[in-house]
């Protein structure tokens, strides 16, 4: 290719001058030959594309069919089930419930329901009218030290900040909130204006760069954070130790991001590069945590303070676990998100193999806080790819007490999947600081979608919870909820993730699949024993147990 293109372009150049030197009026096709003719020496030249180097011009149309690719397998390719992250199917279903539009299907399932995976619900014959049910179920979050518990919907809207989410977005998703009587958590950048001007209610989350609330050095500022947490607007405050996207990693804001809008809202030096740590400085304890916990209660006049973790070592909960029954503290909620989640950019190795999934997550949380008897004070959000009632329902059966979800409140925005969030490029408008697309979120509009969107979505929720015969969230359990794990066998949650008996890992002998983790954590650390656990561990952690025993 790279003879042909010399060819062609000694042709091409040979052709403007003859035709030049014919007709002088002529010269002008230069206009066509030149660009085409330079661009190609160039590209014989440079060294660092091997394809353009070897197709000069036409090698370059590689990067523009990878750049429609996106498009073009969304809208001509996938179907209606295999998209993803998100399926068209659940992405159309949120703009028809926003925009509410008809929301109903015809002609049965696109479901394969002989697929491993495939999910359901048991229904009841005695099932009954959501006319009879209430459709705003609430949950009240805020354990025996909590002044100022919460009264939270069962769905609200996860942690995304501003920055990563255009201001229009921001109003829109807050403005939401507040027409329909749920929460917006404002994600670990700070509450900003535009969290501020609609009202609505605020979950602040706090994160390991101490945003809103932080020293000069990135210590904690316990009176920045005071202020603000006792502000009407904020109803809850969240410690952010991990998230579903990147847990464990953190994250650094290049200075040309630091705006003097950005500085002042998160504390930080204007123009400067601002540091996210992985870990948190303000403890380094299981006991410290819940010390830092009591603190931020207590400086927030007794609102619920909780903490949000994706699981990892499952060792580091159990001593969690351990700390809350040696100091008698206990944070007022525990957000579980899933190694799914996650809105904006990370790492592509943290995002797919970094970090449990919900299901598994919010089921493991469940069953240590009861095997700890600590459920009875704690309320459990689920966060991760909770985008219809039926995801609500799974997840509340499993152990929560509520959902959040970022993604499909971002699709109830106008969000069309693009997948061009970490390029601020984002084409309508919600994930970009570009002005000219931010302009294309109309807040007006987009603000009733979020609260139609939510209304309805826990609608749903409720008339499944109808269908099976119940009347409120608390009566579900694993076993409403069933799931084919191979063509001929289909088990129940119940029956995947067994219940373990309240108190059960207050005295020996423990259930036999947690002998490990209690062998390995201790309220002092959050690090376990490298895994290496002896015969002596496994006999402190169960003595009636089988030394050999996992």
């Known amino acids: 290719m790279r003879k042909a293109f010399v060819a062609i372009a000694a042709f091409l150049v040979a052709l403007t001058i003859m035709l030049g030197l014919y007709h002088p009026f002529l010269w002008w096709t230069f206009i066509f030959t030149g660009p085409f003719v330079i661009l190609g020496v160039y590209d014989l030249y440079q060294p660092k594309h091997s394809i353009v180097r070897n197709y000069p011009v036409f090698g370059r149309l590689r990067y523009f069919m990878e750049e429609l690719r996106p498009k073009v397998y969304q809208y001509f390719v996938e179907s209606d089930t295999n998209g993803t992250p998100y399926s068209r199917l659940n992405r159309s279903l949120i703009y028809q419930r926003a925009k509410k539009d008809n929301d109903t299907i015809p002609f049965g399932t696109q479901l394969n329901v002989y697929d491993n995976g495939y999910e359901w619900l048991s229904h009841s014959i005695a099932a009954i009218s959501h006319h009879e049910l209430n459709l705003d179920p609430r949950v009240l979050v805020g354990g025996p030290d909590c002044k100022k518990p919460y009264s939270a919907s069962i769905y609200n809207i996860s942690a995304m900040s501003f920055g990563s989410l255009s201001q229009n977005a921001i109003l829109a998703l807050n403005g939401g909130a507040k027409m ?42 316990y009176e920045a954070y005071s202020e603000r947490a006792k502000t009407d607007q904020v109803k809850m405050i969240e410690i952010k130790l991990s998230q579903g996207a990147k847990p464990g990693h953190g994250g650094m804001l290049p200075a040309k991001k630091v705006t003097p809008e950005v500085a002042r809202i998160r504390l930080v030096p204007e123009g400067k590069d601002v540091l996210s740590p992985p870990a948190h400085s303000a403890f380094n304890t299981p006991i410290g945590l819940l010390e830092f916990v009591k603190k931020l209660r207590d400086l927030s006049d007794g609102k619920p303070v909780g903490f949000k973790l994706c699981i990892g070592r499952k060792s580091e909960f159990y001593a969690i676990c351990k700390a809350m029954i040696e100091t008698g503290i206990y944070p007022d909620f525990i957000t579980v998100d899933g190694g799914e989640g996650g809105t904006g950019a990370a790492p592509q190795e943290f995002s797919n193999s970094v970090g449990m999934p919900l299901r598994e997550g919010v089921a493991f949380v469940y069953d240590v806080l009861n095997g700890f008897d600590l459920k009875k004070h704690i309320k459990i959000i689920a966060s991760g790819k909770v985008a219809t009632g039926f995801d609500l329902v799974k997840n509340i059966s499993l ?22 969030c970490n390029s601020n490029t984002c084409p309508t408008g919600v994930a970009t600081q570009d002005q000219s697309l931010m302009k294309g979120l109309v807040v007006e509009d987009k603000t009733v979608r979020v609260k139609n969107f939510h209304n309805l979505t826990v609608a749903s929720a409720v008339e499944l919870l109808g269908a099976a015969g119940l009347r409120e969230t608390s009566q579900l359990s694993r076993a409403y909820i069933n799931r084919r794990v191979s063509p001929s066998v289909m088990q129940t949650y119940l029956e995947s993730f067994p219940y373990i008996p309240a108190g059960s890992l207050l005295q020996t002998p423990y259930p036999t699949r947690f002998e490990l983790g209690m062998a390995l954590s201790s309220s002092k650390s959050f690090a376990p024993t490298d895994y290496k656990v002896s015969a002596i561990d496994y006999a402190h952690a169960n003595p009636y147990g089988d030394a050999m025993h996992d």
């Open 180 to 221: 329909g009587n749920f929460a917006h958590n404002t994600g670990e950048g700070g509450i900003s204006d535009y969290h501020r001007q609609p009202g609505g209610d605020l979950i602040w989350q706090i994160g390991t760069g101490y945003f809103g609330c932080r020293n000069a050095d990135g210590t904690f500022n």
């Open 399 to 420: 152990g929560a007490d509520m959902c959040n979800a970022a993604r499909g409140m971002m699709f109830a925005l106008g969000c069309i999947q693009a997948l061009e």
